[in-house]
């Protein structure tokens, strides 16, 4: 099952570029399916990246036709099988840590660029990532039940997160694929452009974020994920504290610098963009 000692370049490269840090999956040849080495060098590079200046927006994509053909079928499952269990429990830890358990809660956005195959164990980081783009051409499948398993880790609670009920149960018990275009029509990504014009689409979008007070975006985005399963009075309690804890830890004090720029320089308006930072 392996670890490595927080190195990444062999399985992952990493590429900053006026803050957005392009994180590439680099098995093209197996289409980037998720191997021993793809999970250990995801936890380095999330370690690196949360603390790294360079990096105020994470994008994770595939190297060349695919996004990520899953978890690998023969160095993931295959190869693990027999090794003692506890080993493989490590490897499997591992694994949800960089794709759901950290990734929900990653400091900074995350934004999946999906540019071709994204199957089974992939949409656990598709969803476990903030936000999605897809290449209208890009094919998606639950493919688990096409080889004798149950999508699992936790990729059947993802889809059901973000796909509606009839959609999710029809694509896990049939495997069909769909269609990046069907993906934004789901909802299941935010939306689909051509191929064409994914790269500049999820630049575009980034640089939206990177305009935005970094604290308090990544309070905002935290409180998303967990309210969601708060009652509405558990919800009300725990929004304002969030608030109030953001109001008094933001470093930039940005509350009162947005509104003063609006109610006394009136020199932005709130409704139609960020404040000058
Ligand atoms: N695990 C291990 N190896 C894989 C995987 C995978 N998930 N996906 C692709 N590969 C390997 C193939 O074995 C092949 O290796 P080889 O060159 O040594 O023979 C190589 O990548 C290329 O694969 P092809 O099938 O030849 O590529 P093609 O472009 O024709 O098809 C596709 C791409 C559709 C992605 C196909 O490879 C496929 O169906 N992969 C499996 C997808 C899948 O079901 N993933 C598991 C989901 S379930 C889960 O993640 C828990």
Redesign the pocket.
Same mark, same amino acid.
């Given at each position: 099952a392996g670890q490595n000692n927080g190195k990444w370049g062999e399985y992952v490269t990493v590429d900053f570029d006026e803050g957005i840090a392009w994180v590439t999956l680099n098995r093209p040849?197996?289409?980037n399916?998720?191997?021993p080495g793809i999970v250990w060098e995801m936890n380095a590079i999330m370690d690196a990246l949360e603390e790294d200046d360079r990096c105020k927006v994470m994008v994770v994509t595939g190297a060349g036709?695919?996004f990520s053909?899953?978890?690998?079928?023969?160095?993931? &499952?295959r190869a693990t099988d027999k090794v003692p269990p506890i080993q493989r429990e490590r490897l499997f830890r591992a694994n949800a840590a960089w794709q759901w358990r950290r990734m929900m809660y990653f400091p900074k956005p995350t934004i999946s660029m999906v540019n071709g =195959?994204c &199957?089974?164990?992939?949409f656990q980081f598709l969803v476990g990532c903030d936000l999605a783009i897809a290449s209208e051409d890009a094919?998606f499948?639950?493919?688990?039940i096409? =080889?004798g398993?149950i999508?699992?880790?936790i990729?059947t609670k993802s889809v059901l997160e973000t796909m509606s009920f009839r959609d999710a149960m029809y694509y896990i018990m049939t495997g069909e694929t769909f269609t990046g275009q069907q993906a934004a029509d789901m909802k299941l990504v935010n939306k689909a452009v051509s191929p064409d014009e994914l790269k500049a689409e999820t630049r575009k979008l980034a640089m939206t974020l990177i305009g935005k007070n970094p604290f308090v975006l990544r309070q905002a985005k935290t409180a998303c994920r967990f309210t969601r399963d708060l009652t509405w009075e558990q919800a009300g309690e725990y929004l304002m504290a969030k608030s109030d804890q953001t109001e008094l830890r933001d470093p930039e004090n940005g509350r009162n610098t947005g509104m003063s720029q609006f109610l006394d320089e009136k020199s932005f308006r709130p409704g139609l963009g960020a404040y000058r930072r």
């Amino acid at each position: 099952a392996g670890q490595n000692n927080g190195k990444w370049g062999e399985y992952v490269t990493v590429d900053f570029d006026e803050g957005i840090a392009w994180v590439t999956l680099n098995r093209p040849k197996q289409r980037n399916a998720i191997n021993p080495g793809i999970v250990w060098e995801m936890n380095a590079i999330m370690d690196a990246l949360e603390e790294d200046d360079r990096c105020k927006v994470m994008v994770v994509t595939g190297a060349g036709e695919s996004f990520s053909a899953g978890m690998d079928l023969k160095e993931y &499952f295959r190869a693990t099988d027999k090794v003692p269990p506890i080993q493989r429990e490590r490897l499997f830890r591992a694994n949800a840590a960089w794709q759901w358990r950290r990734m929900m809660y990653f400091p900074k956005p995350t934004i999946s660029m999906v540019n071709g =195959w994204c &199957f089974g164990g992939a949409f656990q980081f598709l969803v476990g990532c903030d936000l999605a783009i897809a290449s209208e051409d890009a094919i998606f499948g639950l493919s688990e039940i096409n =080889w004798g398993i149950i999508p699992a880790g936790i990729v059947t609670k993802s889809v059901l997160e973000t796909m509606s009920f009839r959609d999710a149960m029809y694509y896990i018990m049939t495997g069909e694929t769909f269609t990046g275009q069907q993906a934004a029509d789901m909802k299941l990504v935010n939306k689909a452009v051509s191929p064409d014009e994914l790269k500049a689409e999820t630049r575009k979008l980034a640089m939206t974020l990177i305009g935005k007070n970094p604290f308090v975006l990544r309070q905002a985005k935290t409180a998303c994920r967990f309210t969601r399963d708060l009652t509405w009075e558990q919800a009300g309690e725990y929004l304002m504290a969030k608030s109030d804890q953001t109001e008094l830890r933001d470093p930039e004090n940005g509350r009162n610098t947005g509104m003063s720029q609006f109610l006394d320089e009136k020199s932005f308006r709130p409704g139609l963009g960020a404040y000058r930072r």
